[in-house]
């Protein structure tokens, strides 16, 4: 079955880095298109950063544009998101996506915390 597993999330001190991973499975995870969203407590789920199926275009929120970097390896079948210079307002729980067309799948999230 498919399945969507993130990991690497963790507890952060601010200006700190983490590197989440989001391991695919059950389908043919080079035809999709992938994303990372994340939500936070009280907020709306949001777009992080996005990148397309062979990993030529990428695409990023202004908020986390210059910070954080997305990637794929699609032999190894996983997307990457390497956060640096972390904020506590990246403290949300981070999930991957798996696109294509009206196709979509989600892993069940990791959870980021940037405090002192």
């Known amino acids: 079955q498919v399945q969507l597993v993130e990991s690497g999330g963790g507890l952060v001190q601010p200006g700190g880095s983490l590197r989440l991973s989001c391991a695919a499975s059950?389908?043919?995870?080079?035809?999709?298109?992938m994303r990372w969203f994340r939500r936070a407590p009280g907020k709306e789920r949001e777009l992080v950063a996005g990148?397309?199926?062979?990993?030529?275009?990428?695409n990023y929120a202004d908020s986390v544009k210059g910070r954080f970097t997305i990637s794929r390896d699609n032999a190894k079948n996983t997307v990457y998101l390497e956060m640096n210079s972390l904020k506590p307002e990246d403290t949300a729980v981070y999930y991957c996506?798996?696109?294509?067309?009206?196709?979509?799948?989600w892993g069940q999230g990791t959870q980021v915390t940037v405090s002192s």
């Open positions: 059950g389908f043919t995870f080079s035809n999709f298109a």
């Open positions: 996506n798996a696109q294509r067309g009206f196709n979509g799948y």
């Open positions: 990148i397309s199926s062979a990993g030529s275009s990428t």
